[in-house]
């Protein structure tokens, strides 16, 4: 059975950072282009960052140079570096494969205040 599970989220104040991770079950992540998504309060559900698996990375402009992602093929997991944290940041964050999108995880909250 495949799962994605995100933990790392938190409380932080602007300026912080969280390095968030997403634990894969029953796929490998390094097969597959894995992606970040955010869903701030309110709003719909918004794309972040993808690795693919050949580990080019791309992002979002609204965070493009604050945050990285990375995979640790090993340990079957995607991360996600945050850092600058800004209060809009906040949100619920998932992970999910890229193409063919997986049943979605619980995610991690994030918290900026400011």
């Known amino acids: 059975q495949v799962q994605l599970v995100e933990s790392g989220g938190g409380l932080v104040q602007a300026g912080g950072s969280l390095r968030l991770s997403c634990a894969a079950s029953?796929?490998?992540?390094?097969?597959?282009?894995m992606a970040w998504y955010r869903r701030a309060p309110g709003k719909q559900r918004e794309w972040v960052s993808t690795?693919?698996?050949?580990?080019?990375?791309h992002y979002a402009d609204s965070v493009k140079g604050r945050f990285t992602v990375s995979r640790d093929s090993a340990k079957n997991t995607v991360y996600l570096q945050m850092n600058s944290l800004r209060a809009e940041d906040t949100g619920i964050y998932y992970c999910?494969?890229?193409?063919?999108?997986?049943?979605w995880g619980q995610g991690t909250q994030v918290t900026v205040s400011s």
């Open positions: 999910n494969r890229w193409i063919g999108s997986l049943s």
């Open positions: 029953g796929i490998a992540v390094r097969s597959f282009a």
């Open positions: 690795i693919s698996s050949g580990g080019d990375t």
